[in-house]
């Protein structure tokens, strides 16, 4: 049967290249769109995250627990959390005596969920803007009118929406045992609990006075991201099952084409599975072609994708191409089981 089913492919019997093209052609239309698609999404995600939006924070001044706060960044689904507390007096640089810089006092974590560029000297952490407008970077001293003191880091604060007051400011670390007023928690994919978690960092013997806000660092691009039911809801949901039936199609079609062919081997003594194996491999020929083909458009849609997660995007594309070609093997097989001896003379009339 091996060699049956080769020379069928290479004398055009099986017409491979006409069912390559037609099952390659739109497994890599269906593959294309459901990476296009779900490569949006992860867009969406990477910017909702990158902007600020994944951090939830907690104001109620003088009533934050930092310590409390910064073990949150231990917690399950949380990245980091750190608080910080506005300073009464900004900081003066030197250079730039009559543009005052705001000064916070921060925990350690908080420079985690900043993402704050570091070196092992310590000292304060200025914004990108205000180290560029001093000409000052990371690891170099910063003179002001009280004294010089290192910079420690540089922290990046766009202009995309999140909350105004750390855009031209100054960070200096300080000890996590101590009162603040804020409290930021970076968790992603954010759990449930976490409005509830994040209330846990308030000092018991707080009087209350103090109102308790909790919001989004960045609300610019909503409250929540649900990025499950953006999924599940995607226009491309129905491509496996698209190409399951594209593939149960074709397949079945080569091999209706070709009933009185194959009723008139039966006809001479050809058994029914010799039939069903040889099928079989001239299918599979095609049908690995037709993936080789779809491969091509679904290679180059993958490495355009701008949300950061190819391995996604490329499981995404199995996911739909790799049972279509396995429901064309099967309705070929499908094809050969209605085929019958028996009606080979209806065949021959209907040719």
């Known amino acids: 049967m091996p060699g049956e089913a080769a020379r069928n492919v290479l004398s055009g019997t099986t017409h491979a290249l006409r ?12 593959a294309t769109a459901e990476v296009v698609g779900t490569d949006a999404i992860l867009s969406r995600a ?15 001044v003088g009533q934050v627990d930092g310590s409390a706060c910064d073990a949150l960044g231990d917690a399950p689904g949380v990245r980091a959390a750190g608080a910080l507390r506005a300073e009464p007096e900004p900081l003066i640089a030197s250079a730039l005596p009559r543009g005052p ?17 570091r070196t092992a000297e310590p000292g304060v952490v200025l914004s990108r803007m205000a180290s560029e407008g001093l000409g000052v970077g990371a690891g170099e001293p910063l003179a002001m009118t009280t004294g010089s003191t290192a910079v420690h880091g540089v922290y990046d604060w766009p202009d995309d929406g999140r909350r105004s007051g750390l855009g031209y400011a100054a960070l200096v670390p300080t000890r996590a045992n101590d009162t ?6 970076d968790a992603w994919p954010a759990p449930p609990n976490l409005p509830t978690l994040v209330r846990t960092v308030l000092l018991r013997s707080a009087d209350g006075t103090a109102p308790v806000v909790v919001s989004r660092l960045n609300a610019s691009l909503g ?10 809801a995607r226009v491309t949901r129905f491509a496996v099952a698209a190409g399951v039936a594209t593939g149960l199609v074709v397949g079945l079609v080569s091999v209706r084409t070709r009933r009185l062919e194959l009723a008139s081997a039966r006809h001479v003594g050809t058994g029914a599975a010799a ?8 299918c599979t020929t095609w049908g690995l072609a037709a993936v080789a083909l779809a491969s091509g458009p679904v290679a180059v849609a993958v490495a355009a994708g701008t949300g950061g997660d190819r391995a996604s995007l490329l499981a995404g594309a199995l996911h739909v ?24 003379f209806r065949y021959f009339k209907n040719r």
Not at 102 to 108: H, I, K, L
Not at 180 to 185: E, T
Not at 323 to 342: F, I, K, N, Y
């Open 275 to 282: 039939q069903h194996v040889q099928i079989l491999l001239e």
């Open 46 to 60: 990477a910017a909702y995250r990158d902007s600020g939006g994944s951090v939830l924070t907690l104001e109620a």
């Open 321 to 344: 191409a790799l049972p279509g070609a396995v429901s064309a093997l099967l309705g070929a097989q499908c094809g050969v089981l209605t085929t019958r001896e028996d009606q080979l």
């Open 180 to 185: 603040y007023d804020q409290c930021w928690v």
């Open 101 to 117: 810089i705001a000064a916070y006092a921060v925990t350690g974590g908080l420079l985690e969920v900043l993402g704050a560029e």
């Open 19 to 30: 069912y390559a093209v037609a099952l390659g052609v739109a497994l890599a239309a269906l």
């Open 223 to 232: 409250a929540t991201f649900d990025g499950h039911e953006l999924y599940a």
